[in-house]
């Protein structure tokens, strides 16, 4: 794979987080937190990655408000219906939802994501997820929250019901035939009929097959079953590593699952989270991250390091070493909590902070890399990892917004170009042209198929 | 009422239905069933309404595939995700749709109306159905639709949990200080903490109230349960009716209703439904009705009715008078059924019609009052029943897009002015200033409460 470094190409996404990663972008007299909840302001950065030919755009979500709202900006629009504002004012960037399979009913969900990649001109992707906070569950009237085993049970099947759903529509289904008065062929629309254990679908989609065949499936759980769920369903992966060997390992591991399961590797993209602090110089980009970092609020920090350690922890201890054994693994932390567990449990044991130094590190992407440089050695990064088996792209966390993407379009894009790794526009019109992803072939295809009567499918 | 004509605006809303409300409207040469998928054809219309100065657009909506699909244009892309989009492309018209509350959780769906709120700035309206469509049951792992009381029930149970998910950040909950760290104000922002019989919600919404406090409500349901309902919850409401009296005898009915639930009956619109073919004579805007009921396709207009009167009917008898007795009640239809059913009933017995000519009858507007004149005759129409106790304005169903509107706007919009019943241009920017409705005060607040920290909220 490194020895074709000219022809294969960087994916690069942009991770719109509120005003930016770094839990105290929102304090930084740079962003514009006022404006979080208006269409405007998500308008502008999805032109602005546009401009840039970043392949999409990308939104977290959890059906549940988060317990650190008071002194965090973590609040959000419904990020699918947020999509479908910035496909209006868009032509080209891919539009990646996060959406539950715990707390959506197949049926409206294949919808939703139908009608965004109709919307878009097939530009939608969805990123699946099975929500690790416990407290959603008793938003949608369960006692306790599905244990991981579970949720993954329910969410392959999730996956199951709503490509047949998308499916259900052969992509020859609607004649539109004035002539006749036939509108559509009966015997090329098929009936989910899917009966599982946690989910049972009976009709077909109320709509044609989505431009894209189905959205991007995008994936990014990092427990076991979160990488077996990847292997098999994936075609984009969302994965936090803090180091280049970590993410080669994690690499191999699912480009080998993905042909144990007898699918093409290239037809999973692997984009670790990046999060970068630039300067003219090294030092400049340290006193930037440094800047944001002394606008944190210890006692959120503390409160969320608690949750995540499962222990309390002091004010008075903020400039103490962390305790090596804080983070040592336990047997009734979830398997979402692990792998974030193991994420800090790496940089307590590497770097041995203060417990405000700590802080300060999470303080960045939430266990993402945060590195902090000059667009050179932000490049460097980039490319070695994406030379040397570790990504097939990056999903671009900025710190702060707009800033944050601005100075990494304006300096780090173009040496990206110089190097060959990243195209200068776009070549396609939706995601999957973008990625380099395949056009699923519809499951009740049976013979090569008619033009498609309609616009844009 | 009829003594104020001067100071009393109608409200006008374009009922959108994928390329017009009669039933083959698809086959008839000036529709664009091609595009009915695209964003663009959806953002084409609402500009146009727009420009008229319309209050809202509005979509239908049901989670299952009509089975008249072979014949009739019945597929469509999900209306909430629809308007996001339209909202990027529009300013001031509001937004209002249908969804369910059999087969949404309420979580999922108030976030998705307070985001569609947001990104509009304040436009959106939800149209609150139960779904009579019983084979949508199986699309939600039910083996069987629920009955109407059942549905009512949790109904109700869902419009008080969105409201208090509305309600849960009071208007000034969001502190955004940038000095203090603090973003949010904990003690103004409220878990909805419902337990009923259908529903259980704990948590408190993750997104700031909507800019207009909550969407709009908005109800169509013309049953006994359905009637109830809207004098409770409804904000507007959408009708069907033939006759005047028959309008006349439900205004007033809800209106008193209204009273009764200690609401104010000028807070609550009434809009019937009238789908209107215009001619420069009467006789040319029959022989336009009779070009469009010449392209329905029998086999359809016979399964539809064959659904809607329980009863098998034969295309040999096309030309025979339809048997009164057909339509007469029976104790096991669904009450849905039994509202549309009487309107049938009522064209029966009035206008002893032919089978075909029956078919025809039906092919306009599924049951809404179909109106076939001059200009100057709707006018006087709508003009009548405006000011006569039967309507606060009007649901536009144009039979065929986007012809239908654009000839509307064009030729009676005009007269309507002239006769100082509807607005040259907006006077506000929400849908709630557009019909004159009040903001609703929060549930939660106490004292007056401060600016609200957030733009547009």
Do not use: C
Not at 6 to 31: D, K, M, Y
Request: net charge negative; no cysteine.
């Amino acid at each position: 794979m490194s020895d074709q470094p000219a022809r294969r190409q960087l994916s690069l996404n942009l991770f719109i987080n509120g005003v930016g990663h770094h839990e105290a972008a929102w304090r930084h007299p740079s962003t514009r937190v006022e404006e979080l909840f208006t269409a405007g302001y998500h308008h502008e950065l999805a032109q602005h990655a546009e401009r840039a030919a970043f392949d999409a755009i990308f939104f977290a979500d959890g059906p549940v408000l988060s317990p650190g709202i008071e002194f965090n900006s973590a609040a959000h629009l419904e990020p699918i219906l947020t999509l479908a504002s910035v496909a209006a004012v868009t032509t080209h960037i891919g539009l990646i939802a996060t959406a539950s399979t715990t707390f959506y009913d197949p049926y409206n969900l294949a919808r939703l994501f139908a009608t965004l990649d109709h919307l878009s001109g097939g530009r939608a992707g969805w990123n699946i997820v099975t929500t690790a906070a416990s407290a959603a569950a008793a938003n949608f009237g369960l006692d306790e929250h599905p244990d991981p085993s579970e949720r993954y049970a329910r969410a392959g099947e999730f996956v199951e019901v709503a490509t047949r759903l998308w499916d259900s529509w052969q992509d020859d289904a609607v004649l539109a035939d004035r002539a006749t008065g036939r509108f559509a062929d009966p015997s090329r629309i098929h009936p989910a009929a899917f009966r599982g254990e946690h989910l049972r679908v009976a009709g077909a989609l109320n709509a044609p097959r989505p431009p894209q065949g189905h959205p991007v499936l995008v994936q990014a759980g990092a427990s076991n079953e979160g990488r077996a769920f990847a292997s098999r369903h994936a075609e984009a992966i969302f994965t936090a590593h803090q180091q280049l060997s970590d993410a080669q390992a994690f690499y191999s591991d699912i480009k080998a699952g993905v042909e144990r399961y007898g699918r093409r590797p290239d037809q999973v993209k692997i984009l670790p989270g990046i999060s970068p602090f630039l300067g003219g110089t090294e030092a400049e980009a340290r006193a930037l991250e440094r800047e944001f970092n002394e606008l944190t609020v210890p006692e959120y920090g503390l409160r969320q390091l608690a949750t995540l350690a499962e222990a309390t922890f002091d004010v008075a201890d903020l400039d103490r070493p962390v305790p090596l054994d804080v983070f040592a693994d336990a047997g009734d932390v979830t398997d979402n909590n692990r792998s974030r567990r193991q994420v800090v449990a790496g940089i307590v044991r590497r770097e041995q902070p203060t417990l405000r130094e700590l802080l300060h590190r999470l303080a960045g992407a939430r266990g993402h890399r945060v590195v902090a440089g000059t667009p050179e050695q932000v490049a460097d990064t980039i490319t070695e990892w994406f030379t040397h088996g570790a990504a097939d792209g990056f999903n671009v966390m900025p710190p702060y917004l707009p800033g944050g993407i601005e100075a990494f379009t304006e300096h780090v894009v173009p040496l990206l170009r110089a190097r060959g790794l990243f195209r200068e526009g776009y070549t396609g019109t939706t995601l999957r042209d973008h990625l380099g992803l395949d056009r699923p072939v519809n499951r009740y295809a049976t013979a090569p198929e008619t033009e498609p009567a309609l616009a844009g499918v």
